[in-house]
């Protein structure tokens, strides 16, 4: 009997020396992360210094590769640069990429996801980011816009140097466990749809939730909404947001360029370290059913649609895209641009056509939207349209054109059902956001 307790007791306290020497080589190996690359990412290796710089084995992981590797790793970044070159929209096309489907689910095990510049984009046309019920896309990342005293001083690409506040609890976020409550650090950005579009409800609960994580401030960390503080316009000076367990964040500028933004992937490694200690809870926002109306139509304007002479690689990635999702379609792509003029009407326009601002002759040219009975075709715009702004301060004050009173950009995506029932394919098309995000574009049937 005594040698049956002995034995019980050593076998004992060989299992828990057993146990203690595990955690210990547990904590001692360095957590693998996924540096997740899609075609045209660029800031694979920047990521990778990074990792090093805090202790994290960085493993570089090809969008194309077997996706049921990601289960080895620890926890995931997905990189800047121009995923599939910014086509249709930054981000959008990678988020449809099938290795989504495995990030989303090893983020659904706690797994830290951090998604920097086009990998924030990538996440929030996942809806990864913030979490609604089955993903559903609840964000925009649109064009930059940099207001000053209430006037817009400038559009498009911008790069500098950005403070960003930690404006939630330290352990709310897997990427913000090294820093204080409002504490900034500072670090590069550099993008050209870095502003942040959300509904002001759901805005309201993420706020409550803690999930605004990192906000634009000045060097006294005032977080003042306007240029240069704010430095796209983004809302609520948004410059990183998680979703609600906190284990996946977006982030637009750039922390893996600098030593600066090494507390971010320290805390990541920390996170991993400490057991992946999501938040409990959700969001309650829901989405409202977007309904696609058909294209008003204004007095005394005038439309130009325009058509390449070259290829469209742009309509191209879109229709490999949804081959690659089932769909047997074709697609082709037409600028649009609504003109709406007060005088001579032929005059100014022939004057708009002389300036080529519009379009390029060398490669486009005035043509006519598709109309037959296997083709439907929708017209988007941007609700904020920067680039009809652009081109008309620079008819109205470069060229001089006097009568111009309104311009508006948009895109018209033409869809041709190859096979199958056209209102069903046409609906499961709309249904992937892969030709508008309705938090930041208008879209209209034309036929």
Known sequence: MLRMVQKIFLSNEKSSIQRLQGRKEKMTTAPKIGVIQFPGSNTERETVMACHRVGLEPIEFLWNQPHKELTELDGYIIVGGFSYEDRSRSGVIAALEPIMKQIRIEAGKGKPVLGICNGA???????????????????????????????????????????????????????????????????????????????????????????TVYRYCNDDGQTIDEFPTNPNGSIYNLAAVCNAPGNVMAIMPHPERTKNGDVIFSSMKDFIEDGNPTTEGSLNF???????????????????????????????????????????????????????????????????????ELYNSNKEYIGEIISNNKTVSFLVRQKEDMHGRIKYESLTERFEIEGLKKLRRGVVWNLSVNSGNINTVVNDILNTNILFNPLSHECYKIN
């Open 286 to 356: 829901q989405v409202s059913e977007h309904h696609i109306k058909n294209l008003p139509q204004e007095n005394d304007t005038t439309e130009w649609v325009i058509d390449m002479i070259i290829t469209d690689n742009e309509a191209a990635s879109v229709n490999n895209a949804l081959k690659r999702l089932g769909h047997d379609v074709s697609i082709t792509r037409q600028t649009h641009w609504e003109i709406k003029t007060d005088g001579d009407h032929d005059h100014i326009l022939r004057m708009i056509d002389d300036s080529g």
């Open 121 to 211: 984009q990538i996440l929030v046309e996942s809806g990864l980011v913030p979490g609604l019920k089955d993903n559903r896309v609840g964000l925009a990342l649109t064009d930059n816009k940099r207001v000053q005293k209430g006037h817009v001083v400038g559009v498009g690409y911008y790069n500098t140097w950005a403070n960003l506040k930690l404006s939630s609890p330290s352990k709310r976020c897997a990427f913000t466990r090294h820093l204080k409550p409002g504490e900034h650090i500072n670090i590069p950005l550099a993008h050209g749809e870095g502003r942040f579009i959300i509904p002001e409800e759901l805005l309201g609960e993420m706020v409550r939730n803690g999930q």
